[in-house]
Nanobody
Framework: QVQLVESGGGLVQAGDSLRLSCAAS????????IGWFRQAPGKEREIVAA????????YYADSVKGRFTISRDNTKSTMYLQMNSLKPEDTAVYYC?????????????????WGKGTLVTVSS
């Protein structure tokens, strides 16, 4: 079992930056592929970014490429999502998730553990 707790959400203006953190506890975190997802009101949960257990492989949704960066520190059992040049359409609840697999995983179905989410609101 892996427990995940997100932090760092908040209200920002368009163009601002924000860094989300996700602290993991429980079973070994370093062998899990992890990812960030988001869900806006009335919309389905979607992938934002994902990273393999080693950090050597990453995936980004087209909507955030060039603006967001996913990273992980296995020594601290923590992963991050650096979000730059935020847009109002980035407004959503952001969730971190972990897969039982070590390989890069970026589908909702591929994730086995979820945090409770942190709200990011970007005003225009």
């Amino acid at each position: 079992q892996v427990q995940l707790v997100e932090s760092g959400g908040g209200l920002v203006q368009a163009g601002d930056s924000l860094r989300l953190s996700c602290a993991a506890s429980g079973r070994t975190f370093s062998r899990n592929a992890i990812g960030w997802f988001r869900q806006a009101p009335g919309k389905e949960r979607e992938i934002v970014a994902a990273i393999s257990w080693s950090g050597s492989s990453t995936y980004y949704a087209d909507s955030v490429k060039g603006r967001f960066t996913i990273s992980r520190d296995n020594t601290k059992s923590t992963m991050y999502l650096q979000m730059n040049s935020l847009k109002p359409e980035d407004t959503a609840v952001y969730y971190c998730a972990a897969s039982s697999s070590a390989a890069l995983t970026y589908s909702v179905r591929g994730m086995n553990y979820w945090g409770k989410g942190t709200l990011v609101t970007v005003s225009s």
